[in-house]
C-alpha cells in the first residue's frame, strides 16, 4: 500500500512541476516596462513621462501596449490598450501587427499609437539596453527609457 501512496505522489509532484514551467523565451525583454522618459533625438529634449503611465508589457511573442488616464471627467477613457507582435534580435526590437485590444479585427493606425510614443504601426528599435530592471530602446527619433514594473 505504501509503495502505491509513494507511486502516486511521485507521478503527481512530477506532473505539477512540470506543467507550471516558466516559459521565458526572451529573457530580460519578458514581463511588464513603465516608461519614464522620452528623449526627442532632434533636438535631445527629454521629457518625464511616468506620470502618463504608459505600459509595455511582453510575453511570448506578443506585446501590449496599455495608457491609463487619471482624469475625474466620466466620459473620458479609463485606458487605452493595443495588442501586437514583435520580433527580438539581441540588439533589435521591431514592433508590429498592432490591433485594438479586445477587438482584434480593427488594425490600429499610427494615430491610435502615437499614445504609447510609436511612431508609424512597425517601429524599429535598437536595444541600448536590458536588464531585470532597465531597458533603454533607440529609434531614428527617440530614444524610450523603461524601468521593470
Not at 2 to 26: Q, R
Request: aromatic share 10%.
Amino acid at each position: 500500500m505504501k509503495k502505491n501512496i509513494y507511486s502516486i505522489l511521485a507521478v503527481c509532484t512530477l506532473a505539477w512541476a512540470t506543467s507550471c514551467g516558466n516559459y521565458d523565451t526572451n529573457g530580460d525583454l519578458d514581463g511588464m516596462w513603465h516608461l519614464r522618459t522620452v528623449e526627442t533625438l532632434a533636438n535631445n529634449s527629454v521629457e518625464n513621462v511616468k506620470e502618463q503611465c504608459v505600459y509595455y508589457s511582453i510575453q511570448q511573442n506578443l506585446i501590449s501596449v496599455k495608457r491609463l488616464y487619471r482624469n475625474n471627467q466620466p466620459d473620458a477613457p479609463k485606458h487605452k490598450q493595443h495588442i501586437g507582435r514583435f520580433i527580438h534580435t539581441e540588439d533589435s526590437l521591431i514592433l508590429h501587427s498592432f490591433r485594438v485590444f479586445q477587438n482584434e479585427s480593427i488594425v490600429a493606425t499610427s494615430e491610435d499609437l502615437a499614445p504609447f510614443y510609436l511612431v508609424g504601426t512597425t517601429s524599429r528599435y535598437a536595444i541600448k539596453k536590458l536588464n531585470a530592471d532597465e531597458m533603454i530602446l533607440r529609434s531614428e527619433h527617440r530614444e524610450l527609457t523603461f524601468k521593470k514594473f
